[in-house]
């Protein structure tokens, strides 16, 4: 005998909502303070003048201002060089 009564397939109807990260206000915008600029798991992006790293790693703007994104070369502790991004708000 079956183990389930025949029916319709009811396992394939679930999805996950999206995280929706990414940028949020790109580079030459304006914001203003609180005002959040990327959402990001990890530290893809780091923070410079202006902005703060919230709790789950999203970035925001802790003045108004024009938001700026710089690459820069940053050693790590194994001596290996990368660039990195820094968003900034001025």
């Known amino acids: 005998m079956a183990h389930t009564k025949a029916k319709g397939s009811t396992k394939n109807n679930r999805d996950s909502q999206s995280q ?7 580079g030459g915008e304006k914001i203003r303070q609180g005002g959040i600029i ?4 990890g530290s893809k992006y780091f ?3 202006g ?7 999203s970035v925001f703007a802790t003045q108004d201002g ?5 690459k820069r070369v940053v050693r ?6 990368g660039r990195k991004t820094t968003v900034s708000v001025l």
């Open 47 to 49: 923070v410079g003048q």
């Open 66 to 70: 024009v938001v700026t994104y710089q």
């Open 38 to 41: 990327l959402r990001q798991r």
């Open 51 to 57: 902005v703060k790293l919230a709790g789950d790693d």
């Open 20 to 26: 929706r990260l990414g940028v949020k206000v790109f």
């Open 76 to 81: 790590s502790f194994t001596g290996h060089r």
